[in-house]
Structures are given as structure tokens and as C-alpha cells.
């Protein structure tokens, strides 16, 4: 497994996002990718699987401390005394004592930001968290929170894929010794039938989406790439055995710009 490191944090590079899903099949597939070799699983409050990934990880029989557990409060909870008892609640449907990694789900511009991080910095310190990031901020979110926060932030989870241009956003998340993690790796899908990237895959033997991930993982991004397909999970994690070069880095690249954001809502920040 390769990792990322990020002001202390060492995130598998390849983890198993869960948005959308629910229920037994989210257990079975978090049981079947830990079983596979994953070692690293997303979740959050409001995906409301939490339970469902304790269940998966208990099932797989895979040692606890060797997987990388992320997880999220929603921006209603972002009070500090609401942040403290949210987390307690993830902890208790996880059935764990602590995440690896605990995120700010989305900013929330109605509660002041350092009253939130402040709550964030010390559920870490009670020890609920192994480290604290954010996701879906953006550059000026990001400058704001790094100021703020008395505890370092391990990362930006953002929307990222060969489609969307995030370059600021990685520059930000550099300079800050932050990681970022990319959710929605390879574009809801789209990029399965993306002919540039299968061109390039051919060579080796790799299909668009694992030359996705790997375009992802050589820029030290950790990819959480969703799947409800048990078939799907190794494809995803076969993407260290080849390598792309800054050539084919770049034709991949071209393909980005700000208008390929496939997530927004509307309490969603002023993207960059
Ligand atoms: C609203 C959920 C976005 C991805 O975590």
C-alpha cells in the first residue's frame, strides 16, 4: 500500500468512499474491500452507513489499527458543544474509540469558523480523533482554517478528477503541508468511456479508470474512489505496478478545467 503523508497523517492512497451507500451491501462491500487489501474506508454522519462500515470492518476480521478510518460531521453540528457530541455519536455507530481522521463536511458560513475548528482541535486532543482536516473548502477557506485551527490539518477532501482543474487548491493544501483527497476520483463514472485515458491504459494493460487513479496517486492525492460493485473494488487498487509519464501526465491534465464540478449544491462555498 502507498501512502500519503500529511502533517503526520499516513493515508493509504487508495481508500473505499461510501457516499450512496447504505444498508447490507455497504457492509459487505467494505468486508469484501478489506479483504481485498484496502486500508482505508470513508464515511460520514450524513451518509448515514456509519454503522454499516463498523459492521464491514468487524466482518472482514482485518486488525482494527491497521485501517484508516475517515469520517465527517455535517455543518449543522458545527456549534462546538454540537461537534463534541456529534463525534461521540459517529464513534458509537462506528463502534470505535477514535477515527483516523476526522472532516469539517462542508464549511458553514453561519457559525464562525474558529469557534468550530476550536471545537475540532479538541476532540482531537480527547482523543477521538487521530487527526483533523476539512472538506469542500476552498483556497481562502483553507488560508482561514490553517490560521485558526491550534491543531494541524491533515487535509482538504475535495471533488477532484482529470475533468475538474483543482490546482489551487492542491497549491493550497502543499504550502500547509496538507493532503488532498479526492472524492469522485474518477468523475461519477464518466471516465470509464474517457478515450484518452483508455488510449493510454492500453500500453498497460490498465483500463481509463486505473489510469485515472494513478494520474491521481502520482501527484501524492489520496483517491477515494466509490463503488457498489464488488467487481470494481480491484480494479481500483491494481494501480501500483505501472507508472505514467510526465508526458502522458500532462495530455491527462489537459483535460481539466474549472467547469468539470459534477458536485454542487447550494450552500456550497464560492468555488475557486
Ligand atoms: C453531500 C456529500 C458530498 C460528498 O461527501
Not at 451507500?21 to 481485498?36: I, K, N, P, T
Not at 486488525?63 to 461537534?83: C, E, G, Q, S
Not at 496538507?178 to 469522485?184: D, T
Not at 502520482?218 to 473494488?233: C, D, F, G, M, W
Request: aromatic content about 8%.
Amino acid at each position: 500500500m502507498h501512502f500519503v503523508e500529511a502533517n503526520g497523517a499516513k493515508i493509504p492512497a487508495i481508500g473505499l468512499g461510501t457516499w450512496e451507500l447504505r444498508g447490507r451491501s455497504c457492509a459487505r462491500l467494505v468486508e469484501q474491500a478489506l479483504r481485498l487489501g484496502y486500508r482505508h474506508v470513508d464515511t460520514a454522519q450524513m451518509y448515514d452507513n456509519e454503522r454499516e462500515v463498523g459492521e464491514g470492518l468487524r466482518a472482514s476480521g482485518v486488525n482494527r489499527n491497521d485501517v484508516f478510518i475517515t469520517t465527517k460531521v455535517w455543518t449543522t453540528h458545527f456549534a462546538p458543544n454540537d461537534l463534541e457530541r456529534s463525534t461521540k455519536e459517529s464513534l458509537a455507530k462506528l463502534r470505535l474509540k477514535e477515527v483516523d481522521l476526522l472532516l469539517l463536511h462542508w464549511p458553514n458560513p453561519r457559525i464562525p469558523l474558529a469557534e468550530t475548528l476550536g471545537a475540532l482541535a479538541r476532540v482531537r486532543r480527547l482523543g477521538l480523533a487521530r487527526h483533523i482536516g476539512v472538506s469542500n473548502f476552498t483556497v481562502a477557506l483553507i488560508e482561514e482554517a490553517v490560521a485558526a485551527c491550534e491543531e494541524p490539518l491533515a487535509c482538504d477532501q475535495v471533488e477532484y478528477h482529470p475533468y475538474l482543474d483543482q490546482s489551487k487548491v492542491m497549491r493550497a493544501c502543499a504550502s500547509h503541508g496538507m493532503a488532498l483527497v479526492a472524492y469522485s476520483p474518477i468523475a461519477k463514472g464518466r471516465i470509464r468511456n474517457d478515450r484518452t485515458l483508455a488510449g493510454i491504459g492500453e500500453k498497460y494493460r490498465k483500463s481509463a479508470a486505473q489510469v485515472c487513479l494513478r494520474w491521481l496517486v502520482q501527484q501524492n492525492v489520496a483517491a477515494i474512489p466509490r463503488t457498489s460493485k464488488i467487481e470494481r473494488l480491484s480494479e481500483n487498487i491494481e494501480i501500483f505496478d505501472f507508472e505514467l509519464s510526465d508526458e502522458k501526465m500532462r495530455r491527462i491534465f489537459a483535460l481539466g478545467s474549472p467547469k468539470g464540478r459534477l458536485t454542487d449544491f447550494g450552500f456550497a462555498p464560492k468555488w475557486d
